[in-house]
């Protein structure tokens, strides 16, 4: 039987994108699983004057969209659950009105007084909520309060360290769930069961065994109607200082005392502290940046909508992170990403050791040398590992070939794996931060990605410089060629 947890969940920016295409149809699932039982209730809340009808009406819709196959009667009981209050949250005058309802519905429900404020708006309105949160009163004395909040979290070390001190104005760390959608994701979480369940896989994971690591978050789409906001980010900042910097502390951290939120946070944290900052000349030797150009089909990311003509924003990065500690001194982590690749999809190749001595590679059969293991983890669209190794090829002579053990997830198995934000919105319920980013983690990954951004910043790039559809810039390539290796994915493949 699920374990039900009881909470008020308050929506900021209730009438958003995100509300609505995510977090209310994954609490839905959460609801149908029983994770919620019957002691909750949501308030929507944003500046437009809907009503409680007509916010129930969309939270259906957008069930409906999401599920076509959603049980509609469980959904009407559900979105009974739901009211909608019209607010502007720079008026503090507003949040008495708040008050009044939370603390009305907190009876209603029976929820104990435990409840869970998700900002689903703007960043620059964070550490404004979270402060009239407390002055006005809307933290409750008797249960948990729980503060959720979407990305990005600043937009260098100096903005989120303001906004670390607005948000500890009024909610302690272990209040405080910093939302990385990517550390929902069936397969990054996976990365630990791989790692420490199984005695081969932590016994040569270190520098002595694996080569380098790979990690390739591609994506096929160009940047949408997003330019407002991703033409004063680019890829750095939109997702290397965020999920490329978590993926890879997972994979570099040292085994945890025991697997939770505490023992891992402070495992990651240790392994960031060890990831080398770079000087401006050495940022500049091992990272690299691109910007799409158009191909038969597809404009040039400078003729998107809402992109200025001049941009020299980043819509592909590529570099090169190393680790200054005992496991990892002399492996370099690869990272890419970018948009307008040649496919969507995520994942992570662990390249091993050829072996010291190829004994096969006798006078006849010298073109035919070893392949290396490769350890991949599919991320998405596919779930699953794949492990490459050498095995001789059947029939007369002694030749090798490179071999690959496979497991991806089934449909089944695939359809029973929550979505990212149904799993975060569980952990929130359960009040787990293990796949939340602690602020020591942000602040390493910003001061790490600081020095990149602010090069770049100084420096005029020769945009654009990688077809739509490709694998990115040659610089991208280059990068490892230098060090005599190559992408493990390439488009040839
Ligand atoms: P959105 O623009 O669709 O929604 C913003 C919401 O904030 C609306 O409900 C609006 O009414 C409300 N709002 C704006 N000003 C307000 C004010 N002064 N007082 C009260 N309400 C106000 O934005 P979104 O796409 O839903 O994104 C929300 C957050 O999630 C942002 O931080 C964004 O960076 C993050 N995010 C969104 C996505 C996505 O897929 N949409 C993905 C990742 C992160």
């Known amino acids: 039987m699920a374990t039900e947890y009881s909470s008020l969940f308050t929506f900021f920016g209730g009438t958003g994108d995100l509300a609505k295409r995510k977090l209310y149809p994954s609490l839905f699932k959460l609801y149908v699983r029983g994770n919620l039982g019957e002691h909750f209730a949501v308030l929507g809340t944003a500046r437009d004057s809907w009503t409680d009808d007509k916010f129930r009406e969309v ?20 979105v009974s659950h739901f009211y909608y209050i019209a607010h502007d949250v720079t008026d503090k005058a507003h949040y008495a009105v708040m008050k009044d309802l939370v603390e009305k519905l907190d009876k209603q429900y029976s929820i104990n007084g435990n409840r869970i404020f998700y900002l ?14 407390k002055s006005e009163g809307l933290l409750s004395d008797d ?28 909610f302690d760390e272990t209040q405080i769930y910093r939302i990385d959608h ?126 200025p003509k001049d941009s020299h924003n980043d819509t592909f990065v590529a570099g090169k992170l190393l680790f200054d500690n005992y496991r990892w001194s002399g492996v370099p982590f690869y990272v890419r990403t970018g948009k307008r690749l040649a496919d969507k999809f995520t994942r992570i190749d662990v390249v091993f050791k050829k072996p010291l001595i190829d004994i096969f590679a006798f006078p006849q059969n010298r073109d035919n040398s070893l392949a290396p293991n490769v350890l ?20 007369q002579g002694f030749e090798t070939e490179p071999i690959h053990l496979d497991f991806q997830q089934d449909v089944a198995q695939k359809e029973e794996t929550p979505e990212p934000y149904e799993r975060l919105l569980h952990d929130t319920l359960k009040g787990d931060q293990t796949n939340f980013a602690s602020w020591d983690e942000v602040s390493y990954a910003w001061k790490f990605v600081d020095v990149i951004q602010k090069l770049w910043d100084s420096e005029t790039p020769d945009f ?27 488009l040839n493949r």
């Open 143 to 170: 249960g948990s309060n729980r503060l959720v909040i979407e990305k990005p979290f600043g937009t260098d070390f100096s903005t989120a360290e303001t906004l670390n001190k607005q948000l500890s104005g009024a």
């Open 120 to 133: 689903s708006m703007a960043p620059r309105f964070f550490g404004e909520v979270a402060l009239n949160l």
């Open 376 to 395: 991949t983890i599919y991320v998405e669209p596919n779930s699953g590992f794949s492990l490459q190794l050498n095995a001789k090829t059947a029939g």
């Open 182 to 307: 990517y550390l929902g994701k069936e397969m990054v979480q996976n990365i630990q069961a791989l790692r420490f369940g199984n005695t081969f896989v932590e016994s040569l994971w270190n520098n002595r065994y694996i080569d380098n690591v790979q990690v390739t978050l591609s994506e096929k789409l160009g940047v949408e109607d997003r330019a407002g906001y991703y033409d004063t980010a680019g890829a750095l900042r939109d997702m290397v200082q965020n999920h490329i910097m978590q993926i890879v502390s997972q994979l570099a951290m040292e085994q945890p005392v025991s697997f939770t939120d505490a023992d891992v946070r402070v495992e990651k944290i240790k392994a960031l502290r060890s990831l080398r900052v770079y000087s401006p000349a050495e940022a500049a030797k091992n990272f690299i940046r691109g910007q799409y150009g158009a191909n038969d089909t597809e404009p040039a990311y400078r003729d998107e909508p809402n992109v």
């Open 59 to 78: 939270v259906t819709q957008s069930i409906k969209d999401d599920q076509p196959d959603a049980d509609m009667h469980a959904a009407e009981i559900f």
């Open 464 to 490: 654009p410089n990688y077809i739509s559809g490709s694998m990115g810039p040659a610089a991208s390539d280059e990068l490892l060629q230098r060090d005599h290796r190559a992408w493990v994915y390439r």
